[in-house]
């Protein structure tokens, strides 16, 4: 059954005794670690929505340049009329660049964040007009089916955010798997993924001055006192940020600054001064390491796309096994060709490709039928 087929209620209930689950039994670890789902709430999604926009953050301006630059080779290797499924769409602000220029049938976005979904999709229709949007209301990391409205329609997974690095090696490849198993046969996927750099770029970006990193994590406290009637004293933990150099990733901790007792959902809790709760990793691939993940989930990169400090990639690849050696000849070539042609992509540059996207493909095909209205 669809999650958008439960009564709201039965939804909503389910949604909590999961988080409850979740915060008792990662209260009770050791280390203590509560999954990163949990902080997008409403307020969280907000804070997030926040963060994006920090100077420290690179991530989000550096994919959208990435994304501006090469949407319309993107659109030339994805041909039109496929439906594009998004995967954590949250306020789908990338969303549009794509949209306008590989013309999808239809649009599918999946967040966690009901209210948020509602809003953006309510943004995006007013936008495309003509574009039919099935939204969901799931976390995507469960294995969910699509509405039969696009039953036997090619699909195009979008998966931006470098959301993929929030998740363990193992559960990259296992939502890898499910994704290709969501989509089908045929289908794409346009994923970003964040890249290895100096801890000095590294750290700030997930501690920023203003603290509106600290009050994203901090908010998880605050939704347990809330939701599940916890005590957990708020002014005893801070927000701490570390480059775990071994496992390449960035971890987000709450530390209690002094020993603390408190409760969730009746269920007594003591931490020690210096302790911590692990709420989130953010992992960082080198471009091969990238590739490799792909592969493992089940897909074959045919192009990916960076800036000028290699500091994030956008990758596109498709379902399946990845075929014979000629790909690479293939590969080759279009990678002098990329190198030659140093007037494109004003700070983007593609860095292999299966197929040369055609020119002529790109200006003939630019205006699809439900066109943005800006
Ligand atoms: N996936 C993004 C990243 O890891 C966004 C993100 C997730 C994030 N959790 C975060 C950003 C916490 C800042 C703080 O960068």
Known sequence: MLPQQKGRQSLFAEVKSSFRADVLEGLAGKPRTIPARWLYDRRGSELFEAITALPEYYPTRTERAILQNAVGDIAALTGR??????????????T????????????????????????????????????????????????????????????????????????????????????????GVGSMLLI??????????????????????????????????????????????????????????????LMASRDVHFSVDGRPFSMASGETIHTENSFKYELQGAQVLLRAGGWSPIAD????????????????????????????????????????GGGASMTAALVAPSRDAQTTEKSCVGTMRN
Request: aromatic share 6%; with cysteine.
């Open 96 to 183: 549009p660049i794509l949209l306008s220029e590989v013309c999808p049938a239809a649009y599918v976005p999946i967040d966690i964040s009901a209210e948020f979904l509602m809003e953006s999709v309510a943004a995006l229709s007013a936008a495309f007009p003509a574009l039919p949007i099935f939204p969901i209301e799931s976390d995507f990391t469960e294995r969910l089916g699509l509405p039969e409205a696009i039953d036997g329609m090619a699909r195009l997974g979008f998966f931006p955010g470098s959301t993929i690095g929030n998740l363990v090696v193992a559960d990259a490849v296992d939502l890898l798997r499910a994704m290709a198993a969501t989509l």
């Open 305 to 344: 796309w960076t800036d000028r400090d290699g500091s994030f990639s956008l990758m596109l690849a498709k379902m399946g096994a990845s075929t014979s050696a000629t790909s690479n000849v293939n590969r080759r070539a279009m990678l002098r060709v990329m190198e030659s042609d140093s007037g494109r």
């Open 192 to 253: 970003g993924i964040d890249r290895i750099k100096d801890r000095n770029i590294l750290l700030p970006a997930y501690d920023d001055a203003q603290g509106v990193t600290a009050a994203f994590n901090l908010n998880l406290l605050h939704r347990i006192n809330r939701e599940l009637s916890g005590t957990v004293p708020l002014d005893a933990f801070s927000h701490v940020v570390r480059w775990n150099e071994v496992e390449t990733r960035i971890e987000m901790h």
């Open 81 to 94: 009329n496929r439906v594009i499924v998004e995967f954590g769409s949250g306020s789908s602000a990338k």
